[in-house]
């Protein structure tokens, strides 16, 4: 199974500021997702982050915002910009991996931000 | 859009005693999965259920995928203390699109 490393493990931010999250897979996958859990919330669905292409975004997610790159098949990095304490939530990165024949999501163990 | 009907909200049980929970939604989804998140950690895959009306077991854990394909339910037997965290119930959309339930605390007390 894949195994998912992120860091900053968990940071505190000031207002205003931009943050990059990285994301190291130690295997390739064509499909890296970004997800966000707000306190106490479930997770959301971010962006889909292609390798070789632009990420896809869910509804209510724009790039300037929530900017990814994808330079390779094991790693990618998603940006919290001009943060804001709205913000402040645990942001994971998962990819695909196969279960009894099909693909099921195995995730990070996540970065926690929080703005001040 | 989608969204996933999770009860109950938060559990707090006596070690040893058995525990269920569910989802339910008015769409229908392809593959239903149950996940565990304990503090600090990301959510960790315990079953997965990809037929209507299938039931599956992982060692003290039992999940069945509904035959309307609209609910799911996750039953823990004889509770012990690492039980718990924040169990979440995740519907697969089209391709790889997961929805998620709000999640269930279960608390275990000794």
């Known amino acids: 199974s894949a195994v998912i490393s992120q860091k900053p493990s968990r940071d505190i931010c000031q207002r205003g500021t931009s943050l990059t999250i990285q994301c190291q897979v130690d295997s390739q996958v064509t499909m890296m997702f970004w997800y966000r859990q707000q306190p106490g919330q479930s997770l959301t669905l971010i962006a889909t982050a292609n390798q070789g292409s632009e990420a896809t975004y869910e509804s209510g997610f724009v790039i300037d915002k929530f900017p990814i790159s994808r330079p390779n098949l094991t790693f990618s990095t998603l940006t919290v910009s001009n943060m804001s304490p709205e913000d402040s939530s645990i942001y994971l990165c998962s990819v695909e991996r196969e279960s009894s024949g099909a693909n099921v999501l195995t995730f990070g163990a996540g970065s926690r931000l929080t703005v001040l | 859009g989608q969204q996933l009907n999770q009860s109950p909200q938060s559990m707090f049980i006596q070690e040893g005693e058995d525990v269920s929970m569910n989802c339910t939604s008015s769409s229908i989804f392809n593959t239903w999965l149950w996940y565990k998140q304990d503090p600090g950690e990301g959510p960790v895959l315990l079953i997965a259920l990809y037929k209507a009306g299938e039931l599956t077991s992982n060692g ?39 929805v998620f339930g709000a999640g269930t605390i279960l608390r275990v007390k000794s």
Request: charged share 15%; glycine share 10%; net charge positive.
């Open chain 2, 60 to 98: 003290r854990l039992t999940a069945q995928f509904g035959i309307t394909r609209k609910d799911s339910f996750l039953n823990i037997s004889a509770s012990i203390p690492s039980d718990v965290g924040i169990y979440f119930c995740a519907g697969l959309l089209y391709g790889n699109k997961l």
